[in-house]
């Protein structure tokens, strides 16, 4: 069946610095790919989405290409801020279907 | 616009008992889901409704049932609650429930069973 699998968390940084969160998928078909953020107390919001092979998704300075020969969808921003901090999941959802497979979700806490 | 509601927000069971788990969307959107998330796992879906009149099972539907009361309306309940059913419960809502499209989600019902 189809996977999503994260990497560990949880993830601590410093403000400014650079954010990598790896995402890598299983699969059949041509599943379109997700990035959800929760902040602490409230339900998931997107983050960006990519839909084809070679897309770049893209929002509030994150961004994540669909890689298609690796498989992978990582999520990177180039300098977090502490109000970044919270859960970060990565899923994918196949055309026509009715339902989504999330990862386990990664942590992410920004220090000042 | 309100978006995706949930009802209650937080709620305590004894075992046995039973309870509705209330969502609605003003979206106009025709899918909708029903999702349980436990700590250090990734959410899986219960439940979802392509569209009015229909419901499907997803991964995880033992021990629940759902009705899609109309279109903004589509409800959880829990015949007779487990302490392994101790969650947060999410809905979310799309407009066709088509692959590309993105899912809408409430805020959460915390439920606890003792």
């Known amino acids: 069946g189809d996977s999503v699998t994260q990497m560990e968390g949880p993830v601590t940084l410093s403000e400014e610095a650079f954010l990598t969160i790896n995402c890598t998928y299983t699969?059949?078909?041509?599943?379109?790919l997700f990035w959800y953020v929760q902040y602490p107390g409230e339900g998931l919001q997107l983050l960006l989405k990519a839909t084809k092979a070679d897309d770049k998704g893209s929002n509030k300075g994150f961004e994540a290409t669909y890689r298609k020969e690796t498989t992978s969808f990582h999520l990177e921003k180039g300098s977090v801020q502490v109000s970044d901090s919270a859960v970060y999941f990565c899923a994918l959802r196949k055309t026509n279907a009715g339902k989504s497979t999330f990862g386990d979700g990664t942590t992410l806490t920004v220090k000042p | 616009n309100a978006g995706v509601t949930q009802t209650p927000k937080f709620q305590v069971l004894k075992t046995g008992q039973s309870m509705t788990l209330q969502c609605a969307q003003d979206?106009?959107?025709?899918?909708m889901y029903w999702y349980r998330q436990d700590p250090g796992m990734g959410l899986r879906l219960i439940y979802y409704?392509?569209?009015?009149?229909?419901?499907d099972k997803g991964e995880v539907p033992n021990g629940y049932n759902v009705s899609r009361l109309n279109k903004r309306e589509f409800s959880l309940r829990l015949e007779s609650a487990a302490p392994s059913q101790t969650s947060v419960y999410f809905c979310a809502s799309s407009e066709q429930g088509q692959g590309q499209e993105t899912q809408y989600f409430g805020p959460g019902t915390r439920l606890l069973v003792l």
């Open positions: 979206m106009n959107h025709n899918s």
């Open positions: 409704s392509a569209s009015e009149g229909t419901t």
């Open positions: 699969a059949t078909g041509y599943p379109s």
